[in-house]
């Protein structure tokens, strides 16, 4: 099971942040935390056409894998989920690489980057967090108008979809969460995504794309609604990390 951090954060989020160490369903997984950057959006960058690096998709997706699969003893049964510009790494890998992965889960991600509404333009959320870390917003995908943009809607699923349970997308806000960030920052951020989300998910459905989706109402964008949504996507992702037959408990 992959898990991928958010922007402006680290590999260590997940352990940090949450209680994922004592979830007892993951006892036998082989759960994988990347690094990528504080603004990588686990992408290989277009760099105005010369690409080079950063190259996080061939960082995880090749290298990485190979690694686990000689030393970890990792097989082909992968799910991926992530947080924020995780939640956008999650999809994006899932429906670039065909197969590659059983099941995919987001929460408050950054999932619609070619959106064009209210509060804030997908693109120009992904630029605003890219200069606030001095990169060239340009640099990750080109200009905002040109064909480098990883999840415009629903059709990259549609032309590389994974492979069974890999369709469902669980994305939204909590209602309710233990000590839960009220800073107006987290409440902003989360206010812009929603209808991001939204439009996102409705994509997928128009596209007769199978999908999960849970809008919970009033929440912010911090880590004790993501530890509950890990935990209420838990079946989902397990699910696709079983082998054909195999009981729920194996």
Partial sequence: MWLLHGCCDSYRSWTRSTDLERVAELRDVLVVMPEAGDVGFYSDWYNGGRDGAPRWEAFHLTELRRLL???????????????????????????????????????????????????????????????????????????????????????????????????????????????????????????????????????????????????YGPGVHDWPYWQRELRRSLPLLLRGLRRQGEPAGA
């Fill in 69 to 215: 699969e000689r030393h970890w003893r990792a097989g082909d049964r992968r799910v991926v989920a992530g947080v924020s510009m995780g939640g956008l790494g999650a999809m994006a890998y899932a429906a670039r690489h065909r197969g590659m992965f059983r099941a995919a889960a987001s929460y408050s991600g950054m999932l619609h980057t070619r959106y064009e509404g209210a509060p804030i333009s997908g693109p120009r959320l992904i630029q605003s967090l890219l200069r606030a870390f001095d990169e060239d917003p340009s640099a990750l995908w080109g200009e905002p108008g040109e064909a480098r943009r990883p999840l415009g809607g629903a059709r990259p699923l549609r032309a590389r979809a994974p492979a069974a349970r890999a369709g469902p997308v669980r994305v939204g806000r909590q209602r309710k969460a233990r000590r839960p960030s009220t800073s107006a920052r987290a409440r902003r951020l989360e206010r812009a995504l929603l209808p991001e989300n939204v439009a996102f998910v409705g994509r997928l459905r128009r596209s007769d794309i199978p999908v999960q989706f849970d809008a």
